[in-house]
């Protein structure tokens, strides 16, 4: 490759091979004085590691007394509702019991209700046959298969013929409500986790979450049981089983009405989680649960005194080790509430969900708690239905049988333009309170105030150029390294393009042509990879394909310590802008920004929060966040995304307060 590439420059007579020497291997590109894969990751971790240090602090302070560990569980519950978003206005359920199924000594009823008008839930309620009403209940929170409640349910029946009623419910994205779908119903993604993480991308950027979402319509599966005559409302339990199990953590700390609860396979802590195993899918995080301080026992402590039953397996991938040293928080806690038998763990030989031992022990601690029943466990009968015998609509998708159905995008896209008069009058004030929000999403309370230190890790003198290698040092921050090619023919109006490529500032430079061009005009180039790109990329490894980000451990894990990945990368583009006025060499030279893809949305913040850019140009970008709302099938979401931030702006909106110095070259 070496001498094709000779060959061809000498052929149109460029005569430099002493910089294609140089230029022609990727370490020759590096400017970092070290190397090592997963520093980007690392570097967070020490974040995580670190709010979770001042949490287990704190909750050790309070496990001295009952007054104290209330006064705790209940910050704890303050800390939930200040990141968990808004929740709509309750409104007529409309439910209806669309046909019945019957079982042996149970039946089910298959049944439709509206969360909010035009989101439709569907769930199947198995009810115990000849029970004298009012009967206990629970509902069943569905793990993450595809078919969501069907074909039916083991832990449904044997709860049913147990004499305890149990509402399962089809989640967002599963079984008959799938979103990402074409004209016949077929998913158009791999599973519920991809669409799960895809929509919740877009949920963020409004505010929200999917976890909320499922919170909220399991919250109103809720109110529908309790409208019943035939339930007991003061007997209900709530269970689930990995995507479930997360469900049914995040729904317990904000619901009293649960009287019992159960958590199989997703108990761990979230710190241990993220280090060993990175993010799991989209539903199962709430952006800035790390700055809050919450981990998973924190979530599960919200249900104290309650009886709480946690399920685990010794072969799961759920960390076990993690449960356990969350389970002895619980215990320590019961104990000095002065309630220790109710809670109880149960480890089992098995691996992920909710298999045989766990399930009798379920029911068993559900009986006990709801019915004061401590009989053995009956045994369920072999029921087996197919698919469409449980299915509450006629072509087994809501959003194809009904026509009032409101696709996920479309609700969250209302929601957005419903905003469009207050972004309006947000942009409207002064600048400096426009700012100030600005910087708030972007996880930074102000411009950096550390100083840069400038440490020159290599120097080639060319015929037609100087070459210089940095890493850019900021105070606890990321080192960002550059490569700086200085003209020989630079004159004090010669202006600086700083090149920001996603693919890594040695893509660029592999290019010779692209040096060429900036020689034959005496521009000055200042080539530089910001934190997560170029040298310091994250092994593709760590970021499973099926969340559509190349990025999408060290993106879920900034949105979760409250340090957006987009706002970490606007401070190295601070820390460039200030390298620029520093450097002996540059200073007092217009700087151009030039950008593709991820790093896009983070130069037109740059852009319009400090005025030392003069003019930015960006191709093969994302333009507006309410196309994710609209589109959520595109890569490397995460890496752009801002809680909340349609309620205020789109990067549109940053372009127009920009006056003309942004613009989109494609």
């Known amino acids: 490759m070496l001498e094709i590439k000779n060959f061809r420059f000498s052929c149109i007579g460029i005569g430099i091979l002493a910089s294609i020497n140089i230029l022609s291997s990727q370490n020759e590109f590096r400017a970092l004085t070290w190397s090592q894969s997963t520093a980007f ?99 069943e929170l569905c793990g993450h298969g595809l078919n969501g409640k069907g074909p039916f349910s083991d832990t449904a029946i044997l709860l049913a013929i147990n004499g305890i009623a149990t509402l399962v419910v089809d989640p967002i994205s599963q079984g008959e409500r799938l979103q990402l779908i074409d004209k016949e119903g077929n998913p158009l993604t791999r599973g519920a986790t991809t669409e799960h993480t895809l929509l919740n991308a877009g949920f963020n950027l409004i505010g929200t979450s999917f976890a909320a979402q499922e919170y909220w319509d399991n919250h109103r599966a809720l109110d529908y049981l309790l409208a019943r005559s035939d339930i007991d409302s003061e007997h209900i339990g709530v269970f689930g089983s990995s995507g479930g199990g997360t469900q049914t953590t995040y729904f317990i700390g904000l619901d009293p009405r649960v009287k019992v609860a159960s958590i199989c396979s997703f108990f761990s802590t979230r710190e241990r989680t993220l280090e060993l195993q990175g993010p799991s899918d989209g539903c199962q995080h709430i952006p800035y649960e790390g700055r809050e301080q919450l981990e998973i026992s924190d979530f599960v402590l919200m249900m104290a005194p309650r009886p709480l039953l946690i399920l685990s397996g010794k072969y799961d991938f759920v960390d076990l080790w993690g449960a356990k040293q969350g389970y002895k928080e619980l215990q320590q ?99 400096e309170i426009v700012q100030a929000k600005v910087l708030e999403l972007l996880g930074l309370k102000e411009f950096p105030a550390a100083k840069i230190r400038i440490e020159t890790t290599g120097y080639n003198l060319m015929r037609e150029y100087e070459q210089y290698k940095f890493q850019i040092i900021r105070e606890g921050e990321m080192p960002i390294p550059c490569i700086l090619i200085i003209p020989v023919n630079t004159t004090t109006e010669s202006p600086i393009d700083l090149r920001l490529q996603e693919e890594g500032k040695a893509a660029f430079l592999s290019e010779y042509s692209n040096i060429a061009t900036a020689l034959a005009k005496g521009t000055i180039l200042l080539l530089a990879d910001l934190r997560g790109l170029g040298e310091t990329t994250d092994p593709a490894n760590y970021s499973d394909v099926k969340y559509w980000n190349r990025e999408y451990r060290n993106a879920m894990v900034s949105m979760h310590i409250g340090r957006p990945i987009i706002g970490q990368r606007v401070i190295d583009i601070f820390t460039l802008l200030d390298f620029c006025s520093e450097y002996e060499l540059i200073k007092n030279h217009p700087i151009n920004v030039y950008a593709n893809g991820i790093y896009g949305p983070a130069v037109i913040h740059a852009a319009y929060l400090d005025n030392r850019i003069s003019s930015v140009k960006i191709f093969r970008s994302v333009k507006t966040w309410k196309d994710f709302i609209i589109h959520p099938m595109q890569r490397d979401m995460y890496s752009n995304v801002l809680y909340g931030v349609l309620k205020y702006y789109d990067l549109l909106d940053l372009v127009g307060l920009s006056r003309g110095s942004i613009s989109f070259i494609d």
């Not at 149960?346 to 401590?374: Q, T």
């Not at 369920?380 to 449980?390: G, V």
């Open 41 to 139: 990751n690392s570097y967070l971790m020490r974040d995580v590691h670190q709010q979770y240090t001042e949490r287990q602090n704190a909750i050790n302070e309070a496990l001295v007394s009952s007054e104290k560990i209330l006064k705790y569980v209940e910050g704890c519950r303050e800390r939930y509702q200040k990141i968990i978003g808004d929740f709509p206005e309750k409104e007529s359920l409309n439910a209806q019991i669309v046909d019945k199924v019957q079982g042996t000594d149970f039946y089910i009823e298959k049944i439709i209700f509206e969360s909010k008008p035009g989101r439709y839930v569907t769930a199947n309620l198995y009810m115990p046959e000849h029970a004298i009403a009012p009967i206990p209940a629970a509902l």
């Open 333 to 431: 806690a019961y104990q000095i509430l002065g309630v220790s038998d109710k809670v109880d763990m149960l480890i089992v030989e098995a691996g992920h969900g909710l298999e045989s031992k766990k399930r009798e022990k379920l029911v068993s601690w559900f009986k006990l708690w709801l019915k004061n029943d401590k009989l053995p466990v009956k045994v369920a009968p072999q029921e087996k239905f197919q698919l469409s015998d449980i299915l509450c609509t006629s072509k087994g998708q809501v959003n194809l049988s009904l026509p009032n159905a409101v696709s996920i995008m479309a609700e969250n896209v209302v929601q957005v333009d419903e905003w469009a008069l207050h972004r309006e009058k947000f942009l409207a004030q002064e600048k």
